[in-house]
């Protein structure tokens, strides 16, 4: 996995429906990488491995960005398919089901692109549904924790 100079590099976000974690990461990445000044350098969306397609950002992922002074736009959940191993460069999961889900649904040629989220942190851990939990600030903390810690591995890859 390297993000490189000159070359954009696309992330794609993945969870069980993409209402919750996976639209969370989305907005929380394309967030970090403005910050950052690497916005143009990343192409960053999100899907599901499951659900039917079509339905909103869940009111609580809304809610909890919104707190945190980060809005939320509109958009409806996409299913992960297949042939969208060719078009991105790394699928960040949530939990290991989505991992589990994303090596099935991609196929073994996508299998070094695929990862977990919290695997960029000090403690890796399944990130908790809050569709599940209601714990939308928990899943928060986590997201935003494996976010910074992802975008500070592919910036730094990135000026190597």
């Known amino acids: 996995m390297r993000a490189r100079q000159g070359r954009v590099f696309r992330v794609m ?6 209402i919750c974690r996976s639209p969370m ?11 950052a000044g690497a916005e143009d350098a990343f192409e960053v969306a999100s899907a599901a491995t499951a659900c039917e397609e079509g339905r909103p950002v869940h009111e ?51 299998a070094g692109k695929i990862c977990a989220l919290a695997d960029f942190t000090p403690s ?15 899943a928060y903390r986590d997201v935003s924790e494996g976010v910074s810690a992802l975008v500070a591995k592919l910036i730094g890859e990135e000026n190597e």
Request: hydrophobic share 40%.
């Open 124 to 138: 890796p851990h399944d990130i908790a549904d809050p569709w599940e939990t209601g714990d939308f600030d928990a």
């Open 60 to 110: 609580g992922t809304v809610r909890v960005l919104e707190a945190h002074g980060i809005g939320c736009p509109a958009r409806r959940s996409v299913l992960l398919r297949a042939e969208d191993a060719c078009r991105y460069d790394l699928f960040v999961g949530m939990d290991g089901r989505n991992v589990r889900a994303m090596r099935r649904i991609l196929g073994e040629d996508a």
């Open 25 to 35: 990461a989305e907005v929380l990445f394309r967030e970090a990488v403005k910050r």
């Open 13 to 18: 976000f993945v969870c069980f429906g993409n």
